[in-house]
């Protein structure tokens, strides 16, 4: 699986923005991944927050949709989650990861993300009220 490493992360208040970058190590064929964003809080497991395909078809946990935007420059070799509307509840520290086939199942909202999965170093988002 390609390297990915994550930055952007920060500390902003509520109703704050930020946009995450998720850059890929040279020669990864962009394209040909499904690519996610993930979260988590100490203690709890990780979730799956947004995913897009190589069609750039995205799909969103309930909590972040409409707040959050997935996207992807493959020129660029960066996978982006722009963030708005930030919430408390969004602290977490967020990853990204890629796969050949889908990297997120969801159910009635909620999202996890495949065991399949191998996670870097992530970047913390503290939002604070």
């Known amino acids: 699986q390609a390297q990915l490493v994550e930055s952007g992360g920060g500390s902003v208040q509520t109703g704050g923005s930020l946009r995450l970058s998720c850059a890929a190590a040279?020669?990864?064929?962009?394209?040909?991944?499904?690519l996610g964003w993930f979260r988590q809080v100490p203690g709890q497991e990780r979730e799956g927050v947004a995913a897009?395909?190589?069609?750039?078809?995205?799909k969103y946990a309930d909590s972040v949709k409409g707040r959050f935007t997935i996207s992807q420059d493959a020129a660029k070799k960066t996978l982006y989650l722009q963030m708005n509307n930030l919430k408390p509840e969004d602290t977490a520290m967020y990853y990204c990861?890629?796969?050949?086939?889908?990297?997120?199942?969801?159910?009635?909202?909620?999202?996890?993300?495949?065991?399949?999965?191998?996670w870097g170093q992530g970047t913390q988002v503290t939002v604070s009220s």
């Open positions: 990861a890629s796969d050949n086939g889908s990297v997120m199942d969801c159910s009635d909202g909620y999202c996890i993300p495949y065991d399949r999965l191998s």
């Open positions: 040279e020669g990864y064929k962009f394209s040909n991944y499904n």
């Open positions: 897009i395909d190589p069609d750039d078809m995205t």
